[in-house]
């Protein structure tokens, strides 16, 4: 499809094991986001690829947590050493660079369950 | 420190109504700012945007106005549908070029 693209769409994982959640964006998108949506929560923003750029982490919440994006284009969230807390719905976006009137186009996202 | 904040969680309005859905800021250094709505199990899907260079944009039964001076704004949908029923997150960058900060999101039901 021409959609974002994410996978697996439900991950069920022990407390402690590691989970990796892919992203592909629509082709030619430049910006990449990664975004956690915890229940009855809003949109956490996690980290932010655009071109060549260093990304933008600020919004990782611990170290457990990492992100690449290869050719500039498929992108990894990995979480090490997962905890309750990190259970929740995991969304990828991309978007051209953005004139005016730019926007995000959303996965349907990963949903994380951490036992 | 929440920098987009959306201060009402749920808001019911009768169809044919107009719903008035609100959203603040506390970086002035924003210039861009989008509106996202969202159906459960589903990602956020693009409503309509508006940049500092102007108060209002319009599309169709949408309307964004901006006022920068007290960094609010607000999305109104006239006339209110059932199928509006969602969930409406107000967002912002600085540039075009930034990250887009959302915010908590307000849940609309739309009464038949």
């Known amino acids: 499809g021409a959609g974002v693209s994410q996978s697996p769409s439900n991950k069920v994982t022990e407390k402690g094991k590691d989970v990796e959640l892919r992203c592909d964006p629509i082709?030619?998108?430049?910006?990449l986001y990664w975004y956690r949506q915890s229940l009855g929560q809003g949109l956490e923003f996690l980290i932010y690829?655009?071109?060549?750029?260093?990304?933008?982490k600020s919004g990782l919440p611990s170290d457990r947590f990492s992100a690449e994006r290869t050719g500039g284009s498929v992108s990894t969230l990995t979480i090490q050493r997962t905890q309750q807390e990190d259970s929740a719905v995991y969304l990828c976006?991309?978007?051209?660079?953005?004139?005016?009137?730019?926007?995000?186009?959303f996965g349907e996202g990963s949903r994380l369950t951490v036992l | 420190d929440q920098q987009v904040k959306q201060n009402s969680p749920s808001l019911s309005v009768q169809e044919g109504r107009i719903s008035i859905l609100n959203c603040d800021y506390t970086?002035?250094?924003?210039?861009?700012f989008l509106w996202y709505k969202k159906y459960p199990a589903e990602g956020p899907t693009f409503l309509i945007s508006?940049?500092?260079?102007?108060d209002k944009n319009e599309d169709g039964r949408f309307t964004v106005f901006l006022n920068k001076s007290a960094k609010h704004l607000s999305l109104h949908i006239v006339p209110s549908q059932p199928g509006d029923s969602a969930v409406y997150f107000c967002?912002?960058?600085?540039?075009?070029?930034?990250?887009?900060?959302f915010g908590p999101g307000t849940s609309l039901s739309v009464i038949p």
């Open positions: 967002a912002a960058s600085e540039t075009s070029y930034d990250k887009v900060i």
């Open positions: 976006a991309s978007s051209l660079v953005r004139g005016q009137a730019g926007e995000l186009f």
């Open positions: 970086n002035s250094m924003f210039d861009y």
């Open positions: 082709s030619g998108h430049t910006a």
């Open positions: 508006i940049s500092s260079i102007k």
């Open positions: 690829f655009q071109g060549n750029s260093a990304p933008d």
